[in-house]
């Protein structure tokens, strides 16, 4: 049983709620064709509630127009409504004295109008919204039972509820795009495209919680592990490739996980994100745990692969964090840590690669290299764990240990030939004057952290 104000205990069930989900006087809303006209009685005492009704009266709308009233102001207005083909009005099933009267007057000169209750159910008999455990997603839920009580299909529920994602919203704003001269596209991309960086930016304080959980456990021999479907799926796999050789790690140290498996990184694989099972037999399959970090990506947030694979990571102990493109997203009911980046909607609507995916995208560099700065894989803003795989980064090395010491080109030639090409090790023989081996056993005492292998061996304060 649920109280006022608390949050369930047992796992948030949106079907379960859909099911109970309204109380509805009198002939149901023309669901979803035709337009409809709907009072919404704002209330401010509860956000929950609030943000609830209002969802459900843009549900309800249908394309006609939702005209939101404070409890506390006139109803003339939305009174001289009454000549659209349809009037529901949405209010709280416990309204306060003052709500009440504004109700009681728009149903007295409204006779015929529909009612909609949404509120909070204490013991209560009839059906309501439970919104305690999360107002955007109790309102899908409410959606959800609307479709069903008008007969409406899975299809029907699926449309109306991502009618309400940022990411699917179509912006007037780009409704010429495809008439612009080539100047002025590319402009108008370039300048929307700041919005990703601004999105990330305002999820700042969930994206350094989520580095440092993730450091953690790495530091006790956890993994980070990305999951995704699509193209959050590839940005994934490709942060994780890169970790490697930018920072010298094992490559079972991040991994990335794509729905479909890796044909999936070149070509869409059919309904491959819409299975949940899926999502979760790939964490069992990785042998997750305690230590480890999954990482689901969905610019929805409501990817079913994604939400199965955070559920199993959580069973299993691990820290489960959700990234997601619209706020309140599904996902992250179903996540230790939410990041919600909303970057949309697109210059070219429901395209999530392109602001959605750059948001995505700067989330993971700031996780995955965050963490590798946390465990002492980059010293200052150098990469002084990068693999000397090529002629261009055997000349990066150099460079990294000409500025790391300020010594010349032929002492860090020297350094490195006798640190077979490490260039951790190659500054600490500069800096400290030690033999390779001395200085090896040095960062092996330090767990590769150079700054105190360079303290240890008198090389450098530790907090210089």
Do not use: W
């Not at 409890?71 to 009454?82: N, R, V």
């Not at 007037?172 to 930016?201: C, I, K, S, Y």
């Not at 069973?315 to 599904?330: D, F, K």
Request: aromatic share 2%; proline share 4%; charged share 25%.
């Amino acid at each position: 049983m649920r109280s006022r104000g608390s949050v369930a205990e047992e796992p948030f069930d949106a079907d379960g709620i859909a099911d109970r989900a309204l109380r509805v006087d009198g002939s149901f809303p023309p669901l979803p064709d035709a337009p409809t006209t709907v009072i919404d009685l704002r209330r401010a005492s509860s956000l929950a509630v609030d943000s609830a009704a209002s969802h459900v009266a843009e549900a309800l709308a249908a394309g006609g127009e939702v005209v939101r009233l404070d409890a506390e102001g006139a109803a003339d207005a939305e009174i001289a409504a009454a000549g659209a083909p349809s009037i529901v009005l949405v209010d709280r099933l416990d309204p306060d004295a003052a709500q009440r009267t504004v109700q009681e007057r728009i149903r007295a000169e409204l006779p015929g109008i529909v009612t909609v209750n949404v509120g909070l159910a204490v013991d209560a008999a009839e059906p309501v919204i439970t919104a305690s455990a999360a107002s955007l997603l109790s309102a899908r839920a409410a959606r959800r039972a609307l479709l069903r009580g008008a007969g409406g299909s899975d299809h029907d529920e699926l449309r109306s509820t991502l009618a309400t994602f940022a990411t699917e919203r179509v912006d007037p704003r780009f409704a010429e795009l495809d008439r612009l001269d080539t100047r002025d596209q590319v402009r108008l991309m370039a300048e929307h495209g700041h919005r990703a960086v601004d999105a990330v930016a305002e999820a700042s304080e969930s994206i350094a919680r989520a580095v440092d959980g993730i450091v953690e456990r790495m530091r006790q021999g956890g993994r980070l592990i990305y999951l995704g479907a699509g193209s959050p799926g590839r940005i994934g796999v490709l942060d994780a490739s890169e970790i490697p050789p930018t920072f010298g790690a094992d490559p079972g140290l991040v991994v990335g996980v794509i729905a479909g498996g890796d044909r999936a990184l070149r070509a869409a694989v059919e309904n491959a994100e819409d299975d949940a099972e899926a999502g979760a037999a790939e964490l069992a399959e990785l042998e997750v745990g305690p230590l480890d970090s999954v990482v689901g990506i969905s610019a929805s947030g409501r990817t079913p692969y994604v939400i199965g694979a955070l559920r199993e990571a959580r069973a299993r102990g691990a820290l489960a964090i959700g990234v997601a493109g619209n706020r309140s997203a599904q996902l992250s009911a179903d996540a230790d840590i939410a990041i919600e980046a909303e970057a949309a909607p697109e210059i070219v609507a429901g395209s999530t690669r392109l602001n959605s995916g750059t948001a995505q995208k700067l989330v993971l560099n700031m996780l995955s290299t965050l963490a590798m700065v946390k465990l002492g894989k980059v010293y200052g803003n150098l990469m002084v764990d990068v693999q000397s795989t090529n002629e261009k980064l055997r000349a990066r090395a150099e460079r990294i240990v000409i500025t790391a010491t300020g010594c010349t080109a032929e002492t860090a030639a020297r350094a490195l030939a006798a640190a077979d090409g490490s260039v951790k090790l190659a500054i600490g023989i500069v800096m400290t004057g030690s033999d390779a081996e001395a200085m090896r056993r040095a960062l092996q005492a330090a767990h590769g952290d150079l700054r105190t292998a360079l303290a240890a061996a008198g090389g450098e304060d530790a907090g210089a």
